[in-house]
């Protein structure tokens, strides 16, 4: 079986500072091997990196649709500075997250051109997307259309329909599964992963949000991966092992890894 790889997990967060050390030997006793660490906004980056650096993980800079209004030019200049500086790191593999979110309360034009901005530095530095995506595929779709990077990238924390996710999926785009489809009530999502090639899917938590209902803790991990593997292989018709190896080159082709 292929070691596992959560290509969403806010392990930087201060949720894990009392157990992050215990919590990496429990992941690589049931085989996930490593997680790719997202940005959220630029006051955060040097502890993220700091937290990639220690454990030996992946990372991606970039700012969140929450944070948007509080990001300045110095901020998207920075990122830039840092992406230049890091281009030899094998660890900094993606440029996020960033995105759109209708349901927060920022301003949305704020957001759309943040995100334009986030698009143009990956298309920059040659490096995939990771985004959020809340309430607005169309304008997300549409920027993607528009502006066409080369590198892709992923919809991070996918909750659609099997169309609205085979629009992605053909412009070039993978889609994060993560604690949702363990839900019963997320019919659309577990539709989706029945029908769509298991080609089109990476693995993630989100942790520490994202927490399946059925679990009896507050905190997410990455300890749910085996658990999603499962229901994906139920959900495909297909063994768990083949869920595992296929998403782990779909992780690995996409972030280059």
Known sequence: MKPIIDSHAHIDFPEFD???????????????ENVLIPGV????????????????CYYALGVHPWYSESASTENMSDLRGILKLRKGDC?????????????HKSNFTTQLNLF?????????FDLPLIMHVVKAHEEVIKCLRTESPHRKGVIHGFYGGPQLAQ???????KLGIGGLLLNDNAPKLQQTVAQLPLESFILETDSPAMTPKSSQNNRNTPLILPEIIKKMANLQK???????EQTFFNVSQLFDL
């Not at 334009?116 to 920059?124: L, N, Q, R, V």
């Open 238 to 244: 297909k063994s768990a092992v083949r869920i595992s």
């Open 116 to 124: 334009k901005e986030h698009i143009h530095i990956a298309m920059e």
């Open 18 to 32: 009392n157990d992050r050390d215990a919590l990496f030997l429990q992941m690589r006793s049931v085989g996930i």
């Open 91 to 103: 660890r900094l593999v993606a440029v996020g997250e960033c995105g759109l979110d209708k349901l």
């Open 167 to 173: 629009q992605y999926v053909n412009l070039g785009y």
């Open 41 to 56: 906004s630029a006051d955060k980056w040097q502890r993220q990196i700091q937290v990639a650096k220690q454990y030996d």
